[in-house]
Structures are given as structure tokens and as C-alpha cells.
């Protein structure tokens, strides 16, 4: 079991920049990856940054030059950086946590979600 807590997100105006960090319940070196995730009204849930435990980073096309996720191993946690917010930035973003065990047997695990709001 991993716990997911999120902060940050907000209101910005276009062209502004918030912050997103997560913290897990347990050490994030046992975890294979973690990430962002967003959903806007009438959309399904997209990726849009992750960071796996080896420090790899993958991007949606739509973020990439704007936004930057990074870890802190001794915090257990991740920040996304968005930079150059735009209106279809608005979302609720999630924090997702994946897990792979001995076995195989593969887990996701979610944040409560936050709002973030770009006016234009």
C-alpha cells in the first residue's frame, strides 16, 4: 500500500507558474515510477509527466519545454514544475505511484487530486 498526498495547484493567469509535489508513504526507491496525471471535464485521464526510481523522465508532447519533474528520494517525493501555463493546462492533476512487486503483479496508486486553473 502506498498513500499519496499532493499540495500545491491553484489559480494562475496564462503565462504563470505553480508547483505540485507529492509525498508517499513509503520509500520511494521501492516504488518503479511515479508521475502526474490530469483530467479536465468531458476528458479521460492523460499522463503528463513520470519519473521513474532510476530517474528517467517521460513527458506528454503537450508539457514538454514547459514543465519538469523532479525527485527527492530522502523526502519521498516528486515536483512537477509548470512553467508557461496555458488555459489547456486547466485540469485536476493526479499523482500516481507505480508498483511492480517479485511477482509481477503490477499496482497503481492515486492522489486525492488538486485543482489547477489557468485563466486567460
Known amino acids: 500500500q502506498v498513500q499519496l498526498v499532493e499540495s500545491g495547484g491553484g489559480l494562475v493567469q496564462a503565462g504563470g507558474s505553480l508547483r505540485l509535489s507529492c509525498a508517499a508513504s513509503r520509500s520511494s526507491l521501492s516504488i518503479n515510477s511515479m508521475g502526474w496525471y490530469r483530467q479536465a471535464p468531458g476528458n479521460q485521464r492523460e499522463l503528463v509527466a513520470v519519473?521513474?526510481?532510476?530517474?528517467?523522465?517521460n513527458f506528454a508532447d503537450s508539457v514538454k519545454g514547459r514543465f519538469t519533474i523532479s525527485r527527492d528520494n530522502a523526502k519521498n517525493t516528486i515536483t512537477l514544475q509548470m512553467n508557461s501555463l496555458k488555459p489547456e493546462d486547466t485540469a485536476i492533476y493526479y499523482c500516481?505511484?507505480?508498483?511492480?512487486?517479485?511477482?509481477?503483479?503490477?499496482?497503481?496508486?492515486w492522489g486525492q487530486g488538486t485543482q489547477v486553473t489557468v485563466s486567460s
Open positions: 519519473i521513474t526510481s532510476g530517474s528517467n523522465t
Open positions: 500516481n505511484a507505480f508498483i511492480r512487486n517479485a511477482y509481477g503483479t503490477a499496482y497503481d496508486y
